[in-house]
């Protein structure tokens, strides 16, 4: 039997900027439901929410204070039960964000763990530091710079936090906390909600707390990164909870190998986000700008598909820059390059997982000044990078590169005031691109990257061969990638110009027969057989 999940796409909102429905610059639920229409027109049956819950927002909803209510800025939790039967009618369901590794500062656990005889010591890591409790317990640097540990003086003692501050780690090693969770998984799913993804699932087990290996980033990393009781634990949240449901889990999973993704997709999660190929333009020295490296990132996607039997597909999220300007070129060829992307996001073999204004083709800024910055990840680069001596010009281009409000920009409605995103006054400034790239706009082109997604959309869900279709590589140079689909004796070719310039093919294309059922093309007959056009896809069923 196929799982609903096998056979649908993800859209993933950003609750806060995707649309705000009471002018406080805030997007919300009832945002959201006003936009339910457009999302089933577009194709898409499963949304994939980052967290409503209650937050005090140092991480944007990343730091939970309550899992059981509802972030007020949001809506109420009637609001969110509205949601998802107001999806349901559209055949839509709605996937929540897990954050377990964390709790906020101000969650009621560890504000009672600072007592030090309080029955929620133990939720969390509490420990006395070196050199007369001075100095924190180890070197462990936290995944946003600086130490892991923080110390408070009325616990007289320091507590982990792998991300900032205000994010303490839960101590997976007490039951307690995994029956907590439990009740979390049950309380929403048994409300109707379709599962969950899971924030860095893959760090939550701290094996040890030994010092780590001296390296730039992330000191501590082998104590806690996939460890086998991260396992065990997934697995017994399966056994006790998931395998109960008709539901589907994704595990964020950065810097996750072939073998641990097979364990962690074999009765503990159903996929795993690997990031390989999104960061595949990263440079060595992270001071120059990012560039698309044309053979990293086939062989990234091919070695993936390849290794794993269903993956979780997908070239942004909240976290990244927009892969337009990544991978394609939004300059001079924003539609081409856009709606080359989304053929091979929608063909590859897994669940493509869409980020809202990534079908529209949206952008990073071009100058968000760091007075307007709102994530705490920019912020910390562009000090860190000031504190080194860097001239201001500088900072600021680096950080562009880490900054996560790229990604979190509101989302493009229309060419009116604040895009169509609010009334108010956005919490984060409208990407300055807005007349150009939005919604509307896209819906009434002729040719545009929007329609493109429609398209494949509906083309995925009418061809059996590109949902469950053998993936099989083939080799070529770096300049194209190109693939078949096999399916009961059915056979898709993909092929598509990675690059700006024409592409001449070789003699075994050139022979090949077949009808196209996709081109983003005008009139593309599979006749063009000797060249691509700039970012030309095609999506070809072989006779
Ligand atoms: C994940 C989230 C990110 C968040 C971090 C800490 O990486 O995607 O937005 O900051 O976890 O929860
Ligand atoms: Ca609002």
């Given at each position: 039997m196929r799982r609903f999940f096998e056979e649908e796409v993800v859209y993933q909102i950003y609750p806060r900027s995707f649309q705000d429905s009471n002018g406080d610059g805030i997007g919300d639920l009832n945002g959201i439901i006003s936009r339910l229409d457009y999302l089933r027109e577009l194709g898409v049956k499963i949304l994939w929410l980052s967290p409503i819950y209650a937050s005090p927002n140092a991480d944007y909803g990343y730091d939970i204070s309550d899992y059981f209510s509802i972030n007020p800025e949001f809506g109420t939790m009637d609001d969110f039960e509205r949601l998802i039967s107001e999806a349901k009618k559209r055949g839509i369901r709605i996937v929540m964000d897990l954050v377990v590794n964390h709790t906020s500062n101000k969650h009621q656990w560890f504000i009672a763990s600072k007592n030090e005889n309080s029955p929620y010591r133990s939720y969390y890591y509490w420990r006395k530091g070196r050199k007369d409790n001075k100095l924190p317990p180890n070197n462990w640097t936290s995944n946003f710079g600086g130490s892991a540990w923080t110390y408070v003086e009325e616990a007289d003692a320091w507590y982990l936090h792998l991300f900032t501050p205000e994010q303490p780690d839960l101590d997976w090693h007490n039951p307690k906390v995994l029956e907590e969770v439990e009740k979390i998984l049950r309380f929403y799913l048994d409300k109707g909600v379709y599962g969950f993804r899971c924030d860095?699932?893959?760090?939550?087990?701290?094996?040890s707390l030994a010092d780590g290996k001296r390296r730039v980033r992330t000191i501590g990393l082998e104590h806690y990164l996939q460890k086998e009781n991260n396992h065990q634990i997934l697995h017994t949240l399966y056994e006790d909870v998931?395998?109960?449901?008709?539901c589907m889990t994704v595990g964020e999973t950065g810097g996750v190998d072939f073998k641990n993704a097979r364990r962690f997709t074999n009765e503990e999660l159903d996929m795993v986000f690997q990031f390989d190929t999104i960061n595949s333009d990263s440079r060595k020295i992270p001071l120059f700008a990012p560039k698309m490296q044309k053979k990293r990132f086939k062989r990234t996607l091919f070695a993936w598909q390849k290794e794993l039997d269903w993956n979780a597909v997908c070239f942004e999220n909240h976290d990244q820059r927009r892969s337009l300007p990544r991978f394609g070129d939004p300059k001079k060829y924003p539609y081409e390059s856009g709606s080359m992307l989304a053929t091979l996001l929608l063909t590859m073999r897994g669940t493509p997982f869409i980020y809202q204004g990534e079908e529209i083709g949206m952008t990073n800024y071009k100058n968000l000044k760091p007075e307007e910055y709102k994530d705490v990840v920019g912020l910390y680069i562009y000090s860190l990078l000031r504190k080194m001596h860097l001239p201001k010009k500088t900072a600021e281009r680096v950080a562009s590169y880490f900054n996560r409000d790229n990604a979190r920009s509101p989302m493009q409605w229309n060419g009116e005031i604040n895009a169509g995103f609010s009334?108010?006054?956005?919490w984060l400034p409208v990407n300055g691109d807005y007349q150009e790239v939005n919604v509307l706009k896209e819906q009434n082109d002729e040719e545009s990257i929007y329609k493109a997604y429609k398209t494949l959309l509906k083309l995925r869900r009418e061809d059996d061969v590109l949902r469950y279709g053998t993936f099989e590589e083939t080799r070529t140079k770096s300049s194209f990638i190109a693939y078949y689909r096999l399916y009961e004796g059915g056979l898709r070719f993909v092929i598509a110009n990675l690059t700006g310039h024409r592409v001449k093919l070789p003699q075994w294309i050139k022979r090949m027969r077949g009808e196209v059922l996709y081109s983003n093309y005008c009139g593309a007959g599979f006749l063009f057989k000797k060249v691509l056009r700039p970012y030309e896809a095609l999506i070809i069923k072989i006779r």
């Open positions: 860095v699932i893959n760090q939550i087990y701290k094996e998931f395998s109960h449901y008709d009334t108010g006054v956005p």
